[in-house]
């Protein structure tokens, strides 16, 4: 138990009992299924970048760059330059048409524009990775949270915080996701960049980052660090490929973009929340580099996000500190699984005032699978988030295509994301991660999607289609 833990408890259920609020007085604005599943279409600019920002900073991610923070330093800046990179192609490629294509769930997209059965093998796929995604987010809340509670049993504990999330989400759906997201993330935005400002004052006195890493570590310098062993960037370009290739089909992103109130606020506020996640999670890269410095014998990495939060803040924000992480875990969860609702709705057809109990249900159904997983399943959990993303890449073709190109035709979509799935698939099992099958996945397996498609599709050309990206 960590010192003065029942003040920090309840300086945790002070701020989880503001999030309760805000979802017990949003309840009623989310009595239609609209707004249950897309916030009645009319999420401004503000709200939006929130959301979108407090989706991406999620705790199984926290947990894995500050772990690489710790052991690789400054370089580790590399892997927040992923999402910024990512995020802009998102921004460039997709943002706009899928709020112009503004349906309920992005699998809707591979049914309209090539056939229903690739629709449903599209949200199956999709479901399977996101399934996998938040396995992952329970996984690292509980890493989290544990040192609060270290005498409850892991599963039990996981088990509470999926509960919670569940609680939230419940009652109002996205209404109550954007509505939290928003006061998380002005409490994030404020919280954690203090962070680093505590670790360098604390390591600044002990010789700072120069006292624990080694000179090629401090800089961040593709070409020299390439096969460098703390992080080699051949598998930060890796995971740049497949960022860009799979953030496109994200669900939890095409929801948030149907849910916008208008294209141009969309485009805005991907493109703000880029630069926003990448400075959140640099910051955080930072601190734990200086964590390092400051206590460098750390039996498991994983644990540097808590340690931090627990080590440096004054005693009466610990606990809000505490509560921060949970709710970055709670906002990425909450939004996964609502867009997971939505998929199903749009498959079932659960569009009607009479089935929000049955989107209730399934949201239900998520949660309990998510939490067997993220707690008998997830070892390490950078690892097992790049491995879910194995599906969705397949999809870059289908889904590009299905916006841009009137010629690609449902056999080149089946084909490519057949080429895509076994490729990820041989790829992990012959190779494996400790091979860095990363690399060879994306690097050859992405264009072999893209050409896959293009051929089978110029062969089985009978006049096109055109491109779907309107109501």
């Not at 960590?2 to 701020?15: K, N, R, S, V, Y």
């Not at 990495?301 to 931090?308: D, E, L, S, V």
């Amino acid at each position: 138990m960590i010192e003065h833990a029942p003040f920090t408890i309840a300086d945790m259920l002070g701020f989880l009992g503001l999030l309760g609020l805000i979802v017990w007085f949003s309840r009623r604005a989310a009595a239609s299924p609209g707004a249950f599943l897309i916030a009645d279409r009319a999420v401004g600019l503000f709200p939006l970048v929130a959301t979108l920002v407090m989706t991406e900073f999620n705790t199984s991610t926290l947990v894995a760059f500050t772990a690489a923070g710790y052991r690789a330093g400054p370089m580790a800046l590399a892997l927040p330059l992923v999402f910024l990179i990512g995020l802009a192609f998102y921004t460039v490629t997709v943002a706009r048409p899928w709020k112009r294509f503004n349906r309920l769930s992005v699998a809707e997209l591979f049914s309209e524009r090539y056939s229903p059965a690739l629709g449903r093998l599209a949200s199956l796929m999709l479901l399977a990775a996101m399934i996998g995604f938040c396995a992952t987010y329970v996984k690292s809340m509980g890493l989290i949270l544990q040192p609060l509670v270290p005498s409850l049993p892991f599963w039990l504990l996981t088990a509470v915080l999926s509960a919670v999330v569940l609680a939230v989400i419940v009652p109002g759906g996205l209404t109550s996701v954007v509505k939290s997201d928003v006061v998380s993330f002005a409490v994030t935005i404020v919280l954690l960049p203090s962070l680093l400002v505590l670790g360098v004052s604390k390591s600044s006195s002990l010789g700072g980052l120069q006292a624990a890493f080694p000179a090629d570590q401090l800089v961040v310098a593709p070409i020299a660090q390439w096969t460098h062993p703390a992080l080699p960037f051949w598998f930060v370009t890796s995971l740049v490929v497949l960022t860009c290739f799979t953030y496109i089909a994200a669900p939890w992103y095409g929801q948030k973009m149907f849910a916008a109130q208008d294209e141009r606020t969309a485009f805005v506020a991907v493109a703000c929340a880029s630069v926003l996640v990448f400075m959140l999670y640099g910051s955080m890269v930072l601190a734990a580099a200086h964590l390092r410095v400051i206590t460098p014998g750390l039996t498991d990495p994983q644990t540097a996000m808590p340690h931090m939060v627990l080590a440096w803040l004054p005693l009466g924000v610990r606990g809000v500190g505490l509560a921060v992480l949970f709710a970055a875990g709670l906002t990425t969860l909450a939004g996964v699984w609502t867009a997971m609702a939505a998929m199903v709705a749009g498959d079932f057809n659960w569009h009607g005032a009479s089935t929000i109990g049955m989107q209730r249900l399934s949201l239900a159904g998520f949660a309990v699978v998510s939490w067997a997983g993220g707690t008998f399943v997830v070892d390490d959990i950078l690892s097992r988030l790049i491995l879910a993303n194995i599906p969705v890449a397949a999809l870059a073709f289908a889904l590009l295509a299905g916006f841009y190109w009137p010629r690609a035709t449902a056999a080149g979509a089946w084909a490519s994301m057949a080429v895509g799935i076994a490729w990820g698939g041989v790829c992990f099992v012959v190779i494996g991660e400790e091979g860095g099958y990363t690399w060879t996945w994306a690097m050859y397996g992405v264009p072999a999607i893209f050409i896959t498609g293009i051929v089978v599709s110029l062969s089985t050309q009978r006049g096109g289609a055109a491109p779907v990206d309107h109501p």
